[in-house]
């Protein structure tokens, strides 16, 4: 099963995103073993990446993905090698 590392800059300050977050770490955990990860500045969360995990960027200026297409690259990772992202 992969292991899933979500890093996160800041925290959730707002109950209603931290009930959302919690329901999809519920939902995650039957696909995968999620974990998040939060850091208070770039370079803290720059250190939390391991060499060994496959790591995707999320942002508003990167190439936007469907939900097939994620869902299909993330279950070619262990093909590939990967046990964790």
Known sequence: ??????????TLKEDYLKDACAEYMKRLTAYCRPEI????DD???AALIRDK???IA???EGR??????L????DELP????SSL
């Not at 099963?1 to 979500?6: E, V």
């Open 64 to 69: 936007q993905h469907s939900s097939e297409e």
């Open 37 to 40: 990860l939060e850091a208070k």
């Open 58 to 60: 999320l942002c508003v």
């Open 43 to 45: 370079k803290a969360l």
């Open 53 to 55: 995990d496959y790591t």
């Open 1 to 10: 099963m992969l292991n899933l590392r979500i890093l996160c800059h800041g």
């Open 79 to 82: 093909n590939k090698g990967f």
């Open 71 to 74: 869902a299909a690259m993330i």
